[in-house]
């Protein structure tokens, strides 16, 4: 399974942004898809996931401003970022957790300028 991620940029404060992760390899609907994103010098820490069932979990300071989507005829993730705000600044990953271990796709740049 590879995990390519997509959408990062440089906008300003309250647009919205939508990110994609493109699997190849296998079907996103298989796994536990999820978002992070990382700080410099931080751990990378959990945005949102979703299930095969389609259930969903969000950091709760971050749910309601983002939402996280699939879609199987494109088997990508999304995750629809709105009124971004400068510390919402960092580099922004989509995992897969397949049963042997979690899957990272590389990192997008997200940039929120005030």
């Known amino acids: 399974v590879q995990l390519q991620a997509s959408g990062g940029g440089l906008v300003q404060a309250g647009d919205s942004l939508t990110l994609s992760c493109a699997v190849s390899g296998s079907t996103v609907s298989r796994y536990r898809m999820g978002w992070f994103r990382q700080y410099p010098g931080k751990e990378r820490d959990l945005i949102a996931t979703?299930?095969?069932?389609?259930?969903?979990n969000y950091a709760a300071d971050l749910e309601g401003r983002f939402t996280i989507s699939r879609d199987a005829s494109t088997n990508t993730v999304y995750l629809q970022m709105n009124n971004l705000k400068p510390g919402d600044t960092a580099v922004y990953y989509c995992?897969?957790?397949?049963?042997?271990?979690?899957?990272w796709g590389q990192g997008t740049k997200v940039t929120v300028s005030s």
């Open positions: 995992a897969a957790d397949t049963q042997c271990r979690r899957i």
């Open positions: 979703i299930t095969p069932g389609h259930l969903t």
